[in-house]
């Protein structure tokens, strides 16, 4: 007799920047029995699965494959593979993620330069354009939806001057693949990196990423000094020669040949998760990426009437507020630890707190993927109201699921975002 007991995790509900509740047919797609790397069953699966994956990325690139590994592995991939030694990285950082693009490049040996904007805020893409013509980067990396601060940063016109100049752009857009409108081809973007645990509703572990032709040109020289090789003209410096792409896991030239028509084997690709991935992917494209990005913003508004309506303040800038977290502002004297511990305890709701400068300032409400549904909203919003008002303050009871319902009947003009 085991001295364990079954592992029986509570049904909970998730308001968080993620992971949020996975879609209950990923669920079921993850019990699927296990086929062999190279069953032609598999490898229809990855093809299609590349497919499913340029729509979602709204891209006619030829590579749009996951990474396996959570959403930082996609961005180290990237990252790792373009890097060449002593490349010039810009990053602008609004926020915790942009530290994490700036530890990476810095491990892969780039050159960084960093360019910041107060938390809470995001960069006007002019300033961003203006450093670009200066440093002449080789890379820009960015992130898109900043989940640390709740902001979205525009992207539309930064591909165009990075052509321009010559500089690649990668973008982290592992927060908003799947919530928010993220063209990768109508913006320019050189590769893109979302993430499975957020918008898509899929467990954590996974990265799809994709990339153009631009980035495959830089891999494939890349992996000719790897080998050796020259093509006509091209001059290997003696440094990228002592330095191939560091990482074996991670090096999308080796990527590329097992996910191309070569298949060459690299790793045991994840049967399960790949399940899940096209499960999770085939649903967002069931509902269609507007109405899901549609949906996202009725949520979203719901739920900040309902929080208005308690007397609670935002906390950022508006016109950059990331549809798909919402900041709230701990209100002074309220432990917003014990605000959080209480509803996750007595409410099975989670929401999620913050770190570095806004420990302790701030909670994030998520509303991403299937966890972003009428429903939640309602009882996350009842639940919060009766934790706070436990907690001592003086909130009119009531208002604020009013609030919430209100929008759900006559929801004000929901355009999506392009940016
Ligand atoms: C969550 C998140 C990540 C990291 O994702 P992991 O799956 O935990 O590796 C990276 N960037 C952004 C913007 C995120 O929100």
New binding site residues.
Partial sequence: MTRYSEFAPSQRIIMT??PVEAEPRVLRALSYPILGQFDPEFTDLMNDTMSMLRELFQTRNHWAFPIDG???SG?EAMLASIIEPADKVLIPIFGR?GY?LQEICERYGAEVVTMEKPWGTVFDQEEIAAVIRIEQPAIVAI?H???STGRIQPLNQLGAVCRENGALLVV?A??TIGGVAVETDAWMLDAVIG?T??CLSIP?GMAPITYNERVESKIAKRKRIERGLRQPGEILTEESILKPIASNYLDLSQLQDYWGPARLNHHTEMTSMLYALREGVRIVLQEGLDARFQRHKLHEQALVAGIQAMGLTLYGESECKLPVVTCVQIPPETDGESVRSMLLGTFGIEIASSFGPLKGQIWRVGTMGYSCRQTNVLHFLGAFEAVLIRHGLRIPPGRSVQAALNCYETPVSLGVETL
Avoid: M, N, W
Wanted: charged fraction near 20%; hydrophobic fraction near 30%; glycine fraction near 16%.
């Fill in positions: 920047p993620g959570t959403s930082r961005i993620f994490l992130v939806g900043e989940t982290d592992v927060a993430g645990q957020k954590s």
